[in-house]
């Protein structure tokens, strides 16, 4: 990931953003082990999550650069997506007593981790501090979140196993790319990418809502799963055909 950013002297370094994040993050997901009564596993699956996220961005970022206002909020919308994938595994087992209320509270959760998706970007612009690592921080931690709710859908049994495909098709393009090193090269800016994402999302988190039958969330994000697997063909067939252009 490149970090070249026009970015103002350093305020904080990147131990200390780490530091506030690590905190932000385990604030978060202890309220939520308490509120949503989950097992310690959940924790400790986010102290993992974070710690990966940790190194990644301490890999590729300059310490001697300011982290900036645009990933530092990526980074605070970090808190809300570990938190939301490390309970995932566990959503099937809430209190049945509550179980609505607990699941109508796991669905704005997310629903608020999407909204802040356009935050870092503003902050980027009106900053200009726009940069290819905050775009692909933002972007990793969006595939992160539609993995985690098809996790969640799967373990209230509101769809099989093969909904885990919507957040596997990304992970299956990246692994690919180590072989056939043609799929590593830039793709150009698709409106129609961005709407196909925003949909997996909105129909992971309908799918969630206590409302909605099987029957439902299963038509509705099979149609999400036919459309990511049209776009991720219409981008690899993009980039076969440019496969030698860039040597």
Not at 94 to 113: F, P
Not at 160 to 171: D, P
Request: hydrophobic share 55%.
């Amino acid at each position: 990931m490149d970090s070249r950013d026009n970015t103002a002297p350093p305020g904080l370094s990147i131990h200390q953003d780490l530091v506030w994040g690590f905190a932000l993050t385990a604030t978060a997901c202890l309220a939520a082990a308490w509120f949503w009564q989950l097992t310690p596993a959940a924790p400790a699956i986010a102290v993992g999550l974070f710690a990966f996220i940790g190194w990644c961005v301490f890999r590729h970022w300059p310490a001697d650069q300011d982290f900036n206002p645009a990933n530092r909020a990526t980074l605070a919308r970090s808190s809300l997506v570990v938190t939301l994938v490390a309970s995932a595994p566990f959503i099937g087992h809430l209190t049945k007593g509550h179980l609505d209320a607990q699941l109508w509270t796991y669905a704005i959760v997310a629903l608020t981790a999407l909204l802040m998706d356009g935050v870092d970007g503003a902050l980027a612009r009106a900053n200009r501090c726009q940069s290819r690592f905050g775009a692909r921080f933002d972007m990793e931690l969006d595939a992160a979140l539609i993995l985690g709710l098809c996790i969640a859908v799967m373990t209230l049994d509101k769809a099989g196993a093969w909904v885990l495909c919507l957040g596997l098709m990304r992970y299956a393009f990246i692994s690919g790319s180590t072989i056939w090193h043609w799929l590593k090269h830039p793709l150009p800016d698709s409106f129609r990418r961005k709407t196909v994402c925003v949909w997996q999302l909105v129909t992971l988190m309908v799918a969630l809502l206590p409302p909605v039958s099987p029957a439902f969330a299963g038509t509705t994000l099979a149609t999400a799963l036919a459309l990511l697997a049209w776009s991720f063909g219409l981008d690899i067939r993009w980039l076969h055909r440019r496969r030698f252009s860039h040597d």
